[in-house]
């Protein structure tokens, strides 16, 4: 699912190497392998489609097929998604995110999801930002970050540096 965590959108769809046959040369049908196939799809018959007059076939150019050079495989790399305190959150740890939400470096942590009896809402937080810091901590990853917030005194004041909306600031927040 690395596409659609990346880009928020076909939630439910899946993306990947459909292992056609021959797809260099228009054989599209796919492999008995193929995850295609897994998910219900069946091949079908596909000669005498298009142009089938032979006058035409010879005014209709041979087009030209383009393969994609990379397929996604629905596995999220990096970092895995934790639910902490009320928190959907995942590392910031492609190039693809990094531009999208305007980091220097591939570190952070993105905030997905803040369930509504979460406090991390009430103290600031909201969803997209991504945590860069907590008062000198450089927040490098999900354990990082988790790690630290175990650790945290309860009632005391922190202070989060954090991208909203490409834009660096810094929310106070008590656990």
């Known amino acids: 699912m690395a596409l659609q965590n ?51 076939k010879d005014l209709a150019p041979e087009p030209k097929i383009n393969l994609p050079l990379h397929y996604f495989n629905n596995v999220r790399e990096g970092n895995k998604r934790v639910e902490f305190q009320g928190v959907v959150m995942n590392g910031l740890d492609n190039e693809s995110e990094q531009t999208a939400y305007g980091s220097k470096e591939l570190s952070g942590v993105i905030l997905e999801a803040i369930h509504g009896y979460s406090h991390w809402k009430a103290q600031g937080f909201k969803v997209d930002d991504v945590i860069l810091a907590i008062d000198d901590v450089q927040i490098k990853d999900i354990k990082t970050l988790v790690r630290l917030l175990k650790g945290a005194k309860e009632g005391q004041k922190y202070k989060a540096t954090v991208l909203c909306a490409q834009d660096e600031m810094v929310v106070e927040f008590k656990l």
Do not use: Y
């Not at 990346?6 to 021959?22: I, K």
């Not at 260099?24 to 998910?39: E, H, Q, W």
């Open 6 to 56: 990346w880009t928020c959108q076909d939630e439910h769809s899946l993306v990947g190497d459909a292992q056609f046959m021959d797809a260099a040369n228009g054989d599209f049908t796919v492999k008995s392998s193929s995850p295609a196939i897994r998910l219900g799809f069946m091949n079908f018959k596909t000669k005498g489609m298009g142009v089938t007059i032979d006058r035409l």
